[in-house]
């Protein structure tokens, strides 16, 4: 045998399974970051909006929840879905700008927004 066929490749850092402490740390560590992102977002969106507490508060969980749905699929995968590494999921500062500035025009709003990106994909 040659010796590159010998030669042992290093597994890579990205495959390699975490002990179960580091793995909730690491675990931890995503949902504070993941947090921050996703409570910031809404309240901005809605505060523009002019929606009352309530309604941004109904805002803040459900971006909570898809985001966390969406962390679950590309962490573990389901089906061809998914990368199956730890990424975090979760809303994006980019368009933020452009949703104040819809929800501030008349007949807008946040049904203009949602339909705004759900065509956007």
Same mark, same amino acid.
Request: proline fraction near 9%; charge should be positive; glycine fraction near 8%.
């Given at each position: =045998?040659?010796?590159?066929?010998?030669?042992? /490749?290093?597994?890579?850092?990205?495959? #390699?399974?975490?002990?179960?402490?580091?793995?909730?740390? !690491? %675990?931890? #560590?995503? !949902?504070?970051? =993941?947090?921050?992102?996703?409570?910031? !977002?809404?309240?901005? /969106? %809605? #505060?523009a909006a002019g929606l009352s507490r309530e309604e941004i508060a109904f805002l803040i969980n459900a971006d909570l929840l898809v985001a966390g749905i969406a962390t679950i699929v590309q962490s573990l995968g389901i089906g061809p879905m998914g990368i199956r590494m730890p990424v975090m999921m979760g809303a994006s500062f980019a368009a933020v700008g452009s949703m104040v500035a819809m929800a501030g025009m008349p007949g807008i709003g946040l049904q203009g927004i949602f339909g705004a990106t759900i065509a956007a994909g």
């Open positions: =045998m040659s010796e590159l066929s010998k030669a042992r /490749i290093p597994d890579a850092p990205a495959i #390699q399974r975490l002990p179960l402490l580091q793995l909730i740390l !690491v %675990g931890l #560590q995503h !949902v504070l970051l =993941m947090y921050g992102g996703a409570i910031a !977002v809404p309240l901005i /969106i %809605g #505060q």
